[in-house]
């Protein structure tokens, strides 16, 4: 079994930045591809970006391409999003997840494991 904790949620005015992290414990996340996703007040889950295993295929819904960074460090079991430019439509819940495959994954992919969230609130 994996845990994944996330944190660094918080309030912040528009345009400026903050940094998610997602810990995981249980077992070593080295292999497996992960993703953050988000969910707004009335609104349904979505995925925001994903990372494969070793970081070096990542992938951006257009509406944070070119603002939000996804990344990992293995030897930490740890993943990123660092958010830059945010904006009030960037409220939301911020879910981690992770998937044991090496493949390439799909904004749709079936993830197996996730995160409780962390919320994050853009003032206007």
């Known amino acids: 079994q994996v845990q994944l904790v996330e944190s660094g949620g918080e309030l912040v005015q528009a345009g400026g930045s903050l940094r998610l992290s997602c810990v995981a414990s249980g077992r070593t996340i080295r292999f497996y591809a992960m993703a953050w996703f988000r969910q707004a007040p009335g609104k349904e889950r979505e995925w925001v970006a994903d990372i494969n295993w070793s970081g070096g295929d990542r992938n951006y819904a257009d509406s944070v391409l070119g603002r939000f960074t996804i990344s990992r460090d293995n030897d930490k079991n740890t993943m990123y999003l660092q958010m830059n430019s945010l904006n009030p439509e960037d409220t939301a819940v911020y879910f981690c997840?992770?998937?044991?495959?090496?493949?390439?994954?799909?904004?749709?992919?079936?993830?197996?494991?996730w995160g409780q969230g962390t919320q994050v609130t853009v003032s206007s």
């Open positions: 997840a992770a998937s044991a495959t090496m493949a390439s994954i799909s904004p749709g992919h079936d993830y197996e494991y």
